[in-house]
């Protein structure tokens, strides 16, 4: 008897397998398309390539909603898709811009004119700065927290995971140093930011 049901079950679960395969391919070929079948049906192609434009998207953005609207049979107007892309890329290339794409931590995409460039890199860099300092400034504020919680518990007596009292005693006296250590980074940290910030806005 079991020699017939064992191989049922490998099926049926085979069969499970294969339709939450093709679920998730499903799901993850809409997650990627550009646009929806409602934006494809609309088209309108310069308020699109403006959006484009405004993030700082290549010319070959064009060819994936070509693939998003493929479905819907519409093709994208090129010519008005790259008219709204350039009035974007005007948003784009601009030194507040590059600063605050850095400021997310990315680099600025090169789309913008050769006669710009050397300001908008270094805006870019500026920002690119504020997003390392931030990012340090979060992990030391985490870092300071665990280490007042592990000041808190040794004072009052817990062992935490030191094998011996003379350890424990021993991390207790080096903690206030490591405390100061880190809230003077935060300090440093924090000015950095601000004149990074004051620079930014003259």
């Known amino acids: 008897m079991w020699h017939l049901i064992w191989p049922l079950r490998q099926r049926l679960e085979f069969r499970l397998t294969q339709r939450l395969a093709i679920l998730g391919s499903i799901y993850l070929l809409s997650a990627c398309a550009t646009l929806t079948k409602q934006e494809c049906m609309v088209g309108d192609w310069q308020a699109i390539g403006y959006n484009d434009g405004v993030v700082g998207y290549y010319s070959d953005r064009l060819a994936s909603h070509a693939k ?102 021993a991390r207790l006296l080096s903690l206030p140093i490591e405390l100061r250590d880190i809230e003077h980074r935060i300090y440093n940290t924090q000015k950095q930011l601000a004149l990074l910030n004051q620079m930014n806005s003259d």
């Open 68 to 169: 998003a609207c493929a479905k819907t049979s519409v093709t994208p107007d090129y010519q008005l898709w790259e008219r709204g892309r350039q009035l974007g890329l005007k948003q784009y290339c601009t030194v507040t811009s590059a600063y605050n794409v850095g400021r997310r931590g990315r680099k600025l995409n090169n789309v913008c004119p050769i006669a710009l460039a050397s300001s908008l890199q270094v805006a870019n860099q500026k920002g690119l700065d504020y997003y390392a300092l931030d990012s340090q400034l979060d992990k030391d504020k985490r870092l300071l927290k665990t280490a007042e919680e592990e000041f808190k518990k040794l004072k009052n007596g817990e062992m935490l995971d030191f094998e011996t009292e003379k350890e424990a005693r």
